[in-house]
Structure formats: structure tokens, C-alpha cells
């Protein structure tokens, strides 16, 4: 995609380049072309609002979260997030991910459902990733676990720092 287009130049005739000026939506930015952001997207501020909140639930971190996998469950009738853990006896299987990290207590957890997860190291491309059981982790290797542990496939790595995230099915397997 280019990063400038000609624009017609009132001052006289002909036109010049300009760059192309937004990366980010809003009102202010309305009638301006779009720039993709350093991962090759749009900002979800570029598109609808029927559309940037699809496949997403916002909730309460119940801990200090990190970028990568997570569990949202009732917390005592509150809807909270907590990192998920392929621990035998955790219980905490993903069902959604996190994009940045939180505090403990934050009430504006977005959680997406599928799409890309970036930020990680250490991923080799290609290969199936599943949940970690360091707690809020991608593996790629689960011949470490052990009775009890459950193995939850999770996506695909689509680059050393990316898993393409797509839960397939909401349950877990005993390892």
C-alpha cells in the first residue's frame, strides 16, 4: 500500500503527494484515507462501532493480566478475567485473549474471541500453539505435561511474535 497519493493542489493547477495522514479514526478524521498500522491492519478505531466490539466481552480483572491467553468466569455475580492455566486441578481452560496487559481490579478487560495475538517471543511459524501451564502462556511443546493437565489447542503461530487465536471448541482434553 502506498504511503502518499496525489491530491489536486488549489493554489494552482496539478496536483502534488501527500502522505497518508490517519492511523487512527475518530470524528476528526473524517473523509481521510486510512493508513494500516505497524502489524499490516486497520486500528479498530477505523471501523463501525457494529463491527470493532464483535467477538469481544469486557470484564473485571480479577488479578494482574498479561498479554496472552485468558479465563473469564462469575466471580461472586461479577463477569471476571483471570490468566488460563493448563494446570492439572486449575480449571481455568481460555476461552478468550487479552491485547495489552491490566492491573488487578481494572473494569475495562477487553477480551477477544478469535483473531491475532501479537507481542509474544519465541514461537516457531507454522506450528499449533496451545495453553500454557505457566499461567497466561502459548506453548508449542506439551510433551512436559503430565496426568491430570489438559491439553487446549489454541490457534497458530503466524509469526515468531503472533499466534492467530481461534478457539475451536470451548471445552478441554485430559492430558
Known amino acids: 500500500m502506498a504511503d502518499t497519493f496525489l491530491k489536486p493542489n488549489p493554489a494552482r493547477p496539478g496536483t502534488h503527494l501527500e502522505a497518508t ?27 463501525p462501532s457494529s463491527l470493532s466490539g464483535a467477538g469481544t466481552i469486557t470484564a473485571t480483572a480479577s488479578e494482574a493480566l498479561i498479554v496472552g491467553p485468558v ?30 496487559a491490566y492491573a488487578n481490579g481494572a473494569a ?46 489454541l490457534g497458530l503461530a503466524v509469526a515468531a511474535g503472533a499466534v492467530l487465536f481461534e478457539l475451536a471448541d470451548p471445552g478441554f482434553e485430559k492430558a
Open 21 to 47: 495522514p490517519v492511523e487512527v479514526g475518530g470524528i476528526g478524521n473524517a473523509h481521510k484515507i486510512g493508513r494500516l498500522n505497524a502489524a499490516g491492519e486497520f486500528d479498530e478505531s477505523m471501523l
Open 71 to 100: 479465563n473469564v468466569y462469575n466471580n461472586a455475580g461479577t463477569l471476571s478475567v483471570r490468566k488460563a492455566d493448563a494446570t492439572a486441578g486449575s480449571v481455568k481452560p481460555a476461552n478468550g485473549f487479552i491485547k495489552q
Open 108 to 153: 475495562d478487560v477487553v477480551v477477544y474471541r478469535q483473531g491475532n495475538v501479537t507481542g509474544l517471543s519465541g514461537l516457531t511459524v507454522g506450528q499449533a500453539v496451545f495453553l500454557g501451564k505457566t499461567a497466561g502462556t502459548f506453548v508449542q511443546d506439551v510433551s512436559g505435561f503430565g496426568t491430570g493437565d489438559f491439553v487446549q489447542g
